[in-house]
Structures are given as C-alpha cells and as structure tokens.
C-alpha cells in the first residue's frame, strides 16, 4: 500500500487494507459480520462464520440468546412457550447436535390426534415415525449451549433498529440499536449485514426494499402465522398416589376449533414433576383472537383444555402468550437469501419451513454462501 493511501483517513486505510484481494492459494482475509437476532438460524450461522476465521457480532434484542426455542420459568416449574420439541432429518443438524453432548434427549411424547367430532372426543395414536428430541432443562438450552463460545461477540438487550451506510466508510454497514432502557449506540465498520429474524423484522430492517430491492421482493410473498399460547400447572395433581391428571398421553394434536396441540410439560425429560401442560391455540383462531386481552384468551383456552382432557380442575397457575409471527404459512422456498451486491443476508425457518432444523439449516447455509 503506497504511503499516499497510507495517508488517508485511518478507518479507509484500514479498510483498503482489509479489502486486499488474496491471491492464489492464499487465505481469504477475514471480515467483520454483523448477524441480527440470536434465535437458533442467526447462532448457526454467527458460530459458522466464527469457525471459518471472520468476527462477528450478534445483535439479540433479548436477555438471551434462544428466540422462538423460548422456556418460561415460573413458580411451578419451566414452561416451553415457543418450540415443544425438534426432529432430526439432515446429518448436518445431527452433528451438530452430537457436538453438544448431554443437551438434548429423546421424549417418549405418546402423541395422539384427538377429534372433536360432534362434541365427543376420541383419540388414535399416531405412529411415531422419527424420535421427538428436546433440549434440557428447556428448550432454551441448545442455542444457549452454542451460543456460549461466542463470548462478547453476543451483545443482548439489544435492538437493531436501523442499517445505513457506514459514516467513515460507504462500502460498509453501521448499525443503529435501542436497549432495554431505550439508550441508543451505533455499531459501524460491518463488511456485511445477516438477518436471521422473522420476515417482518426483516422488512422493516430492509427499509422496505431500499437497502435491497430484490431481497424486498423476495420475502414480500412470506407469510407466517401467530399463535396464542396457553400455559397451566396443576401442583395439586402430584399427591401421593396420584401420578398425573386426566388423559395418558403426553401430547396431541387437536382437531378442536380452538386448539391445535397440547402437551404435558412434566412428561418431558429433565423437567420438574409438577403436573404442567402448554397448549398452542389453532393458527385461525389465534388469528382471529390476535387483539384479544391475556385474560379472556387464557379463559376460552382452558375451556378447551377441560373439552379435550376432561381435566376441570382450576390451575394454580395460568399465563397466555402471543406470538405475533409463529409458524410459516408461505415460505421464501429457498434456505437463505444472499445479495451479494448489497451485502445483506437473510435466514431463518421461514426461509423454507417452520421448524426448528429448518432455522438450522438455514442460517448453516446462510453462513457458507457468504465465506
Ligand atoms: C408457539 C411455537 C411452537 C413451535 N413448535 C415447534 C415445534 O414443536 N417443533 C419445531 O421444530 N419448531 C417449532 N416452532 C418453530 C421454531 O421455534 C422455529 O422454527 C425456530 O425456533 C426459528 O428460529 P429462527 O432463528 O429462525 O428465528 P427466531 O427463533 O424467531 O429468532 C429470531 C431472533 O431475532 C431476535 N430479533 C428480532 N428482531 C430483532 C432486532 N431488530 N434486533 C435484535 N434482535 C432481534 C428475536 O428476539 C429472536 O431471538 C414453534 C414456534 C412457535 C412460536
């Protein structure tokens, strides 16, 4: 580099330092990435690009990393609001899976499909046909698990709220964040930005297609569904000689207007005893029902928890959550998105799917795409 360039603005020298091309056998020179939202997809990939020599900086609007693989704990014992339980496809999420011994362990879900036909309700097994895996003491655990090599590379409490050129540096990206207390700071010196939040995060982060037209118009067609989520626990249930209320299986998937699965927290592994259950309302409903206050939802809900159960017993504990972006309806149809011109990437489950693989896999892909 001539002295002449040397010369310049040290934040340009360094990053025409940084942008030297390497040459023929010669590693890559490491960039600097920002990754917004530490769900499963955005540490999948932060950790990738981590491995692969880059830094990264990985913004989480939580205390915490674990986005939609969410657990609540309560008096009563945890609670997984979001994600109930995974299933293993690709041999990529599976080794990663075994690089995080003792984390996760198969559940014995009993599941069933229940019917709510002319106001009886009846129950048929449904064939287990892959193992239900959960992450323990909640289903937090696993992207706490992988998150924790990243160290101060994960900032949390943290909210991006804005992507705009970089003030010393228009071929990079700074970032705009509000905390928790709404103090504000701007992140800058980014060679590129990945988004691994859900499509609405991502539109409004977009600009609504300024910063990437065609990124915009990829993700215009995604749709994904709320759900309200109900959480009751029975501590009455656990007397002695009394193992558990109501039905013998440990999880269904309803029929009923209102609800669309249920499952019996306390069956699953490394949780704690007290007679707990979750129940995930219909994505219709949920969506009908999107303005209604906690209370009345948690209300209609539990009616149907006693319809589909026969369990009438009031819960010593009931919370009801929303969430406003839950489960894919429509997604991308590709396992990221990547604008190489604009510099800016996206994952997530909605990528592809809903589930939780999918979210891996694509911010697995997300990763490799940009090295
Ligand atoms: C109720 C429910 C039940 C589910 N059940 C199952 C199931 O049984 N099995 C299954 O496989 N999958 C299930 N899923 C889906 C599964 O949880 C998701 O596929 C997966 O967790 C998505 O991961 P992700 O990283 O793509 O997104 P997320 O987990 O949503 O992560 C996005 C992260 O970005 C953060 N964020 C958003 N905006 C910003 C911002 N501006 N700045 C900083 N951070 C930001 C969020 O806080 C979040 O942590 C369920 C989901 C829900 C909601």
Request: glycine share 8%; hydrophobic share 45%; charged share 20%.
């Amino acid at each position: 580099m001539s002295t002449r360039a040397t010369a310049k603005k040290p934040a340009k020298a360094a990053a025409d330092r940084h942008r030297t091309p390497a040459g023929p056998g010669q590693p890559r020179p490491s960039r600097h990435f920002a990754v917004v939202g530490a769900g499963i997809a955005g540490v999948a990939c932060a950790r990738t690009l981590v491995q692969a020599g880059h830094k990264v900086t990985l913004f989480e609007r939580n205390d915490a990393a674990g986005g939609r693989m969410a657990s609540v704990d309560t008096a009563f014992g945890r609670f997984d609001s979001g994600a109930q339980y995974f299933t293993v496809r690709d041999p990529r999420f599976a080794l990663a899976l075994e690089n995080a011994p003792g984390v996760c362990k198969r559940w014995s879900a009993n599941l069933v499909r229940v019917l709510d036909a002319h106001g009886r309700v009846a129950e048929a097994a449904l064939p287990s046909l892959e193992p239900h895996w959960v992450a323990q003491p909640g289903m937090d655990s696993l992207v706490a698990r992988w998150a924790a090599p990243l160290g101060n590379s994960l900032v949390t409490g943290t909210r991006v709220t804005n992507i705009e050129p970089d003030a010393l540096d228009a071929k990079r990206w700074q970032l705009r964040t509000a905390g928790a207390d709404d103090s504000q700071h701007v992140y800058s010196g980014f060679d590129a930005v990945l988004l691994a939040v859900p499509p609405a995060g991502a539109r409004a982060l977009l600009g609504e297609g300024k910063l990437s037209a065609t990124l915009a118009r990829k993700i215009e067609p995604v749709r994904i569904a709320p759900c309200w989520t109900l959480m009751i626990a029975f501590p009455q249930a656990n007397q002695p000689n009394m193992s558990h209320l109501g039905p013998q299986w440990n999880a269904a998937r309803s029929t009923h207007h209102r609800v669309a699965w249920l499952a019996r927290e306390s069956s699953k592994p490394g949780r704690e005893p007290v007679e707990r259950w979750t129940l995930q309302a219909s994505a219709t409903w949920s969506q009908e029902h999107l303005r209604d206050a906690p209370s009345r939802v948690e209300a209609k809900l539990l009616r149907a928890f006693a319809e589909i159960t026969g369990i009438h017993a009031t819960p010593a504990h009931a919370q009801a959550i929303c969430w406003n972006e839950a489960q894919t309806q429509v997604p991308v149809g590709t396992t990221h998105l990547w604008d190489a011109k604009a510099r800016i990437g996206i994952a997530g489950d909605w990528c592809t799917g809903h589930r939780v693989e999918d979210a891996f896999l694509s911010g697995l892909s997300l990763a490799l795409d940009v090295i």
